[in-house]
Nanobody, 121 residues
Framework: QVQLVESGGGLVQPGGSLRLSCAAS????????MRWHRQVPGKERELVADITSGGLTNYADSVKGRFTISRDNAKNTMYLQMNSLRSEDTGVYYC???????????????WGQGTLVTVSS
């Protein structure tokens, strides 16, 4: 079994910062591409950023220059540093990863349970 556990969400004022973490655990050898998605009520879940195992990154236009995705492969953990937060960044942030399992096999698109980010004054 594989678990992805997000942490770091909370309430922040506009212009503030938060750092999200996503830790992979269980029968995981390593993670390949890892992703952050977010979902606002009434809207589809959208990709915010992703990062390959080699560190190549990709961002949604709406967060470029404000968010930074990173990872620590030794800890099987991914991060999302969010700066200059806006009210429209409010939502539930989910991590998603493709992982190599102990014993072989790859599990694609494993989801975490999500962490709520609220940007409000």
């Amino acid at each position: 079994q594989v678990q992805l556990v997000e942490s770091g969400g909370g309430l922040v004022q506009p212009g503030g910062s938060l750092r999200l973490s996503c830790a992979a655990s269980g029968h995981v050898v390593k993670s390949y591409t890892m992703r952050w998605h977010r979902q606002v009520p009434g809207k589809e879940r959208e990709l915010v950023a992703d990062i390959t195992s080699g560190g190549l990154t990709n961002y949604a236009d709406s967060v470029k220059g404000r968010f930074t995705i990173s990872r620590d492969n030794a800890k099987n953990t991914m991060y999302l540093q969010m700066n200059s937060l806006r009210s429209e960044d409010t939502g539930v942030y989910y991590c998603n990863a493709d992982v190599l399992l102990i014993g072989g096999g790859v599990s694609l698109g494993v989801w975490g349970q999500g962490t709520l980010v609220t940007v409000s004054s």
